[in-house]
């Protein structure tokens, strides 16, 4: 497939200005494809396989000149344009590369490089129209007609002016331009009759267009924004106009082509606000901010950093740390600023600086690389924040923690009293997050223990109401007649007392059953079955939960391995930790099914498998799943999340002591905040505290 579009050359040294030149063709489209080459021979060793369509140079290369290109140019490919850029406006500079045959001269910019690309396309359309001109002035006896669709099918505004400065000819672009239907409303008129009467910058258009004529007709040419005005409206808007003298019935005509800049204008407009809102922006922050290219070279700084230094901003930009800095600081300051460009990132320390005032600060400096789309260093940004009141404030606070500590000696004993208190209240917390994990079985067994305590109840009523009679009786005087009834008395009073006993008996045996549980029992390790003791309280669980809310039910799945083999284990302090972990289950699925109101199937599975050396077992629910911000605390003493007194986040912490470290396994979890929460353990076959 063949290449269409117009090939550049450019011929440029400077990275971070071909950069810029780069991304403005990138973003201007196919017509143009672009070439880079750093110094004349390069240049000329590119001419001699390739003839490119246009040729942009700097002025100042490594190995010579641009001017000396632009010479070699006109000489061996004259019908090559040649537009000549340099980093400060000289006016001789440009008089000496138009001489000697640079189609036009520029002034680097960020603004003028990202322009280019309409650079590109002007110039090689005045180029096109030039040589269209000087092809048709030396054929004009024989094709006048050519040089009339030239003029007239361009799409910029081309007028002819006479030495009168007159308008003598103009195309249909032009009558558009100016708000005009006919030429016979534009010809014979100046200029300036269709401009402004004063161009913005306050002088006459009649003089500072006359002036801009004669430059023409003196050098050949000249280029210069201008403001015109539409005949038919009044609106005024900037053109950027083109002059060239031309030979014309043995005199000299210009041939001038306008162009509506009224959008890079605009555009100009937008990025000097920008501009100037990026430096309001950081002129408000209140401490010191300054950046520099990758040469060391400050480019920009805000009112704190004029401040810190005493200088104003134009006394700082473009100069090096060793221009503005003591020489001791200077050069740590400039060493510190190498090993970040080396090294790239981000470096962050803190030194003892002065200010313009003559005081010294305690400041940590924060400073961070940035970068070229290359990723090679284009310079850095610095922010300084002092830190003096916090030194001396940390100064304080360690001669006062000196005079606390002598304190402390002399509160000893208090401080033991409090101490001892303390534990005190950890031991009740810790008591209260056991009783917390045994609420599902107290809630199971409710019931089992209701019944007999009515009974002690009850009889308990009927001994205290038979020995105050029995009480009264024995103060009268006691008879033969009162032996019988006394008698009754005694044996209603034993049978009460066996029945308190009896049903006495069975409450303490539940009771013990569950503070059997609470203890841990003998906290040996013995053969365990993982999967019986799993089922079994999957069912107390379940049931116990069921019972605090019948409307409240839960889809409980389970995939135990029939093969797992008995390990050995504290058994009742595993029972603890499925218990906690099948309750947080049940409480996430139960929260959750109170927000979804009936739209919500509650699941809460688990499961068991054998992984050679260990067992694995998982719980997982569909619930409220765990945010990722509470991920990494979920093991921490008294961290929780949940509502109430017997919630104090310690039953998660307990159960991965006594995985991780009773039992030498592994727990964690893994969750989607709002859809799921797993946890998985593993326990050891061989556990090496058997």
């Known amino acids: 497939m063949s290449d269409d579009r117009q090939h550049i050359l450019l011929v440029e040294d400077e990275e971070a200005h071909v950069e810029l030149v780069e991304m403005a063709f990138e973003d201007y489209g196919d017509r143009f494809s672009l070439a880079v080459v750093k110094t004349v021979q390069g240049a000329l060793d590119y001419l001699t396989s390739t003839l490119p369509y ?48 640079a189609m036009d001269y520029l002034v680097k910019s960020e603004v003028t490089l990202m322009a280019m690309p309409r650079v590109a396309a002007r110039v090689l359309r005045e180029h096109s129209l030039v040589t269209a001109q000087q092809k048709t002035e030396k054929k004009l006896e024989e094709s006048e007609e050519k040089y009339r669709i030239v003029f007239e099918q361009s799409i910029d505004a081309v007028i002819i002016i006479d030495s009168n400065d007159r308008y003598i000819d103009c195309n249909q672009a032009a009558l ?45 040419s000249a280029r210069f924004e201008w403001y015109k005005k539409r005949m038919d409206n009044g609106l005024v808007f900037p053109v950027e106009a083109s002059l060239t003298a ?34 309001v922006l950081m002129d408000s922050i209140p401490v010191p901010v300054f950046h520099k290219d990758s040469q060391g070279i400050y480019t920009g700084c805000n ?144 019931h089992e223990i209701k019944n007999p305590l009515n009974f002690v109840n009850n009889f308990s009523e009927l001994v205290v109401d038979y020995i105050d009679t029995l009480s009264k009786e024995l103060k009268k005087e006691v008879g033969d007649q009162n032996e019988e009834e006394i008698q009754q008395l005694l ?11 009896e049903h006495g008996n069975r409450a303490n045996d539940i009771i013990e059953s569950m503070l059997l549980h609470s203890r841990g029992g003998s906290g040996e390790f013995q053969k365990t079955d993982i999967n019986a003791i799993l089922s079994e309280y999957i069912g107390l669980v379940y049931h116990s939960r069921k019972a605090k809310d019948q409307n409240f039910t839960v889809m409980m799945e389970s995939d135990l391995d029939d093969s797992l083999e008995h390990i050995k284990t504290v058994a009742q302090d595993i029972s603890r930790v499925f218990v906690n972990l099948l309750n947080n289950a049940l409480d996430s699925t139960y929260e959750k099914f109170l927000e979804q109101d009936g739209e919500y199937a509650p699941v809460v599975y688990t499961s068991t498998r054998d992984l050679e050396d260990r067992i694995e077992i998982k719980i997982r629910d569909n619930g409220k799943g765990i945010s990722p911000q509470h991920m990494t605390k979920i093991f921490e003493p008294f961290f929780t999340t949940k509502q109430g007194e017997n919630k104090i986040g310690l039953g998660l912490p307990l159960s991965y002591d006594i995985v991780t470290q009773e039992h030498q396994g592994t727990m964690h979890v893994e969750s989607e905040e709002g859809k799921f929460s797993e946890f998985t353990v593993t326990l050891p076959k061989l556990s090496n505290t058997a």
Not at 66 to 81: N, Q, R
Not at 247 to 258: M, R, T
Not at 334 to 361: C, P, S, W
Not at 491 to 501: F, Y
Request: proline share 3%.
């Open 491 to 501: 044996d209603i009073i034993s049978r009460s007392g066996k029945k308190i006993h």
């Open 303 to 446: 009112k704190a950093f004029e401040a810190f230094l005493g200088k104003k901003r134009e006394e700082i930009i473009g100069r090096t740390v060793y221009e503005i800095s003591p020489g001791d600081l200077a050069k740590t300051y400039h060493e510190k600023d190498l090993e970040l460009i080396q090294r790239g990132g981000n470096q962050i320390y803190d030194f003892r600086v002065m200010y313009a005032d003559r005081t010294q600060h305690d400041v940590i400096f924060h400073k961070a690389v940035l970068t070229k789309k290359t990723g090679e260093p284009e310079g850095l940004i610095g922010v300084m924040l002092d830190i003096t009141e916090r030194k001396q404030s940390e100064k304080e606070i360690k001669q006062l923690n000196e005079e606390l500590e002598q304190r402390v000696q002399e509160r000893t004993q208090e401080l033991e009293k409090s101490f001892e208190k303390l534990q005190n209240m950890q031991n009740r917390l810790i008591l209260q997050e056991k009783m917390a994990s045994l609420g599902t079985l107290t809630a199971g067994i409710s």
């Open 246 to 279: 031309i030979p014309y019935q043995g005199g000299k005509v210009l041939y001038a082509v306008l162009r509506d800049i009224t959008e890079r204008k605009k555009a100009e407009t937008i990025l000097s606000r920008h501009l100037q809102f990026l430096q």
């Open 54 to 101: 246009l040729v942009i140079t700097d002025f100042l290369l490594p190995d010579g000149k641009g001017i000396e290109l632009v010479a070699i140019m006109k000489s061996k490919h004259p019908d090559i344009p040649v537009v000549m850029m340099t980093s400060h406006g000289d006016e001789q500079v440009a008089v000496d590369a138009m001489k000697a045959g």
């Open 176 to 220: 558009d331009m100016f708000g005009c239907s006919r030429k016979e409303e534009v010809l014979n008129k100046s200029p300036w009759e269709i401009a402004p009467e004063i161009q913005p910058n306050g002088l006459f258009s009649a003089s500072v267009g006359k002036e801009f004529h004669q430059s023409a007709l003196a050098r050949g």
